[in-house]
C-alpha cells in the first residue's frame, strides 16, 4: 500500500474493482496463457487474498488516508491510464 511503499507520494492512487469483474479479469488471462481455469475457482482464490490482504498485521490492503481511490469495475485499460494521468496532472504541483 501506498502508507509502506511510498508513503512521501505527492499523489496516491488506491484501484479497486469489484470482486467478479477483477476475477473475470483474472480468469480471462489465465485462459490467455492458455492455462486451465474455471471462473468460480478464480473468484474463490480472490476471495480468499483479499481476505489474507485485508487481516495482515504489515501492511493491510487499504488506501492511505490521503489516497485518491479510483474504481476501475466499468473502465478499460486505457480509460483507466488516461484517469490515472488525469488525476495525477490535477494534483501535482
Do not use: N, W
Not at 504489515?58 to 466499468?74: N, S
Request: net charge negative.
Amino acid at each position: 500500500s501506498g502508507t509502506v511503499i511510498c508513503p512521501g507520494a505527492e499523489v496516491k492512487l488506491y484501484v479497486i474493482a469489484s470482486a467478479e469483474v477483477r476475477a473475470r479479469r483474472r480468469h480471462d488471462e489465465l485462459r490467455g496463457r492458455g492455462e486451465p481455469a474455471t471462473y468460480p475457482a478464480v473468484f474463490r482464490d480472490l476471495q480468499e487474498r483479499d481476505a489474507r490482504d485485508q487481516a495482515r498485521g504489515t501492511a493491510p490492503a487499504k488506501p492511505a488516508e490521503d489516497a485518491i481511490v479510483l474504481d476501475t469495475t466499468d473502465l478499460t485499460a486505457d480509460e483507466v491510464f488516461a484517469q490515472a494521468i488525469g488525476i495525477v496532472r490535477s494534483r501535482s504541483s
